[in-house]
């Protein structure tokens, strides 16, 4: 397990050339960022150089990942933005808001798939996720078939701007969920509905369940976010990753979870 910081920057000659002598190439005339390791010892001379921001990452094992009996899934990229865009229309289309904090975004029930304007254009990717959606996953209806169904776990139609379905994609239904463990976990409580909302995870290893779950796909009981985005933690069984893994899925990030000291 690594642990990296990111480092931003605008770019200039004089920069450019000082990040090279440390080994690091960067535009001379743009806005740039890298990601360099906690440990790497030339971190204090960047931090001279440029900025060191406090935005990290953690970079886990093959072993660290394959050893966990649950793991995080992300999609290493956003395909679209849900709609309507415009106003975070789709908050209102997709969501029951009644019973939602206005300030901290807990409480948002989909009731309606999602409209999207656009199919995923990456031929090379089957697992996907939107702009804005933390906790929800869209896959391929061949990788629905071939894994996901398999193991109980059903998915919903995506619609266009039009209400057409789109054939390309399906979201994979999460109704299962758990308690995650939050010792570790940074939590603010709202000033207006009390509910407290966990810093999501960027340093270790994400939090496993707290009791055993039959399911393999499931989604914490507690909300994570920061401002107005709240979404819970979505966990799955190393069986369903393995699974996953076994049909060459494309686009899936892994976060082990693994119990804290």
């Not at 010892?41 to 093959?62: E, N, W």
């Not at 054939?167 to 969920?177: G, H, R």
Request: proline share 6%.
């Amino acid at each position: 397990m690594k642990i990296q910081r990111r480092v931003i920057g605008h770019g200039s000659p004089a920069v450019s050339a000082q990040l090279a002598a440390l080994g690091f190439r960067v535009s001379p005339t743009s806005f740039f960022g890298f990601w360099i390791d906690e440990d790497d010892p030339r971190l204090s001379a960047v931090a001279q150089i440029t900025t060191i921001s406090s935005l990290s990452q953690t970079i886990f094992t093959r072993a660290e990942i394959d050893e966990a009996e649950w793991v995080q899934p992300l999609a290493s990229g956003r395909w679209a933005y849900p709609q309507p865009e415009r106003g975070f229309g789709y908050k209102h289309s997709t969501y029951d808001s009644s019973n939602a904090c206005a300030s901290c975004g807990v409480g948002r029930v989909q009731v309606a798939p999602f409209r999207v304007n656009r199919d995923p254009k990456s031929r090379r990717r089957n697992f996907f996720q939107l702009h804005w959606i933390t906790d929800e996953f869209f896959v391929t209806p061949e990788l629905a078939r071939d894994v996901f169904w398999k193991f109980g776990i059903t998915t919903r139609e995506v619609l266009g701007t039009s209400a057409r379905v789109r054939e390309s994609v399906v979201q994979v239904e999460i109704t299962e969920a758990v308690e995650v463990d939050t010792n570790f976990l940074v939590g603010h409580a709202c000033r207006d509905c009390g509910t407290t909302k966990y810093e999501p995870v960027a340093r270790g290893p994400s939090p496993a369940p707290v009791a055993d779950c039959s399911a393999h796909l499931v989604r914490s009981r507690q909300w994570f976010g920061s401002g107005g985005s709240a979404g819970n933690m979505i966990l799955m069984s190393q069986a369903l990753r393995t699974a996953l893994v076994n049909a060459a899925a494309s686009g899936l990030v892994l976060r082990p979870t693994f119990p804290r000291k």
